[in-house]
């Protein structure tokens, strides 16, 4: 099993799938979130590996207005 960690929770998924299928099993956005395994930025389409570290992290959006 691979143990993915978001905020502060754990999620546990079988390994040998993709991290968007794995994302999709527990119920979180792909889009929200930018995922780490090993400690290095990955894309969805890498596959999990028993022993994988899979670290997940929120996709913060906004902007500042300036005013004129």
Known sequence: MIEITFRHKKF???????A???LQ???????SVLITVN???VTDD???R???VVKLV???SGGSAIAR
Do not use: F
């Not at 546990?12 to 993709?18: L, Q, R, S, W, Y």
């Not at 099993?25 to 889009?31: H, L, M, Q, R």
């Open 12 to 18: 546990e998924v079988k390994e040998n799938m993709t």
């Open 20 to 22: 968007r299928d794995a």
């Open 25 to 31: 099993k527990i119920g979180i956005d792909p889009e």
């Open 39 to 41: 400690g290095k930025l």
């Open 46 to 48: 890498v596959i999990l």
């Open 50 to 52: 028993a022993g994988d």
């Open 58 to 60: 929120a996709v913060v």
